[in-house]
Structures are given as structure tokens and as C-alpha cells.
């Protein structure tokens, strides 16, 4: 494992080629990548507040950094059906992680992390935390219920869309 991030020992070989294998075959799916899978049977789609209201640019930005971000980020935590599919917003697992596109940078009074070569804030929010990343032409926030052990975990996997879609300031 990386020094930096606590958590599961390494693949052993044959697990990670069956992984790489089935992500390769994933990767073949016609299905729009910015639409999750439908919801598991007896789960509704999960409803979300409108997010604030924000810039053009930063809009188009966000649709972009939407349609790159992964189906799950953790085992078990996949991407989640949103009632309306407001679209700055994504959500994974229940509870649900929420990632909100378009916000204010984070706080510069917030302890700073870097995961993967993108900076974020994070702030406890009593039931949870939120990330938010700083230093971006649009900033993000995720916020991670404390029903999850470890929030490094949740974000890394975000980190290279943001990276990519989300240029630094």
C-alpha cells in the first residue's frame, strides 16, 4: 500500500489482472458514462437540494468533471440514481457521499491535505466531514457521513477527474 493512504494490503497479481479484465470489459459498456447504473432493486433515487446557483463556465466545467467521475469508489460504494439529476451534483453509496461541483474554495483555516497531486480542506462537520479542494478554476466538495471509516479513501478515486477536468488556478 502507498505510505500515504492507510487501508487494504496490495492485489495479488491474479487478483489485479481478473480487476484490469473486468475494467477493460467495462469500458466497452455503450451506457453514457456521466449516467450511474440504475438504482439497486428497493432503493429509490436519492434526492438531493439544488445546489447554489453558479457561473456558466463553472457549469460546463462541472458537466465535464460529472461524466469523468468513477461508478464506485470504494467497494461497495457505487454511484447513486439522483431524483432529477441536478447537474452539479453526484452521490455515492448510502449514506450517501455527496460530491457538489461549482462551490466556494475551502477554507484556508481547514487543515490541508493533498491526495494525488489535488489539494483539499477538511472540515468536521460534527457527523461527518466535508472536502473541499482549493486552488482549482472551480472548486468541489465532498461530504463524507462518519458512518465511513476513512474519508482519504472516498476522495482518492475523485482526485484524477478533478485533476483533469477541474484545471488548477
Not at 52 to 76: H, K, Q, S, V, Y
Not at 110 to 130: A, I, M, Q, S, Y
Request: net charge negative.
Amino acid at each position: 500500500p502507498h505510505p500515504d493512504l492507510p487501508g487494504r494490503a496490495p492485489l495479488s497479481r491474479p487478483a489485479a489482472l481478473l480487476l484490469t479484465g473486468g475494467l477493460l470489459l467495462a469500458g466497452c459498456s455503450s451506457q453514457d458514462p456521466a449516467t450511474p447504473d440504475a438504482a439497486p432493486v428497493g432503493r429509490a433515487p436519492l434526492v438531493l437540494p439544488a445546489p447554489a446557483p453558479t457561473t456558466e463556465a463553472a457549469e460546463t466545467a462541472c458537466r465535464t468533471l460529472l461524466a469523468a467521475l468513477p461508478r464506485e469508489i470504494d467497494p461497495g460504494v457505487a454511484r447513486r440514481v439522483l431524483d432529477g439529476a441536478p447537474a452539479r451534483l453526484a452521490a455515492w453509496g448510502e449514506p450517501p457521499v455527496v460530491l457538489e461541483c461549482g462551490v466556494a474554495a475551502g477554507s484556508p483555516t481547514d487543515p490541508p491535505v493533498t491526495v494525488n497531486g489535488v489539494e483539499w480542506t477538511v472540515r468536521d462537520t460534527g457527523d461527518g466531514f466535508l472536502w473541499s479542494t482549493v486552488g482549482r478554476t472551480v472548486n468541489v466538495s465532498v461530504a463524507i457521513p462518519g458512518a465511513y471509516d476513512n474519508g482519504v479513501e472516498l476522495v482518492n478515486p475523485l482526485a484524477a477527474p478533478v485533476e483533469q477536468s477541474l484545471p488548477a488556478s
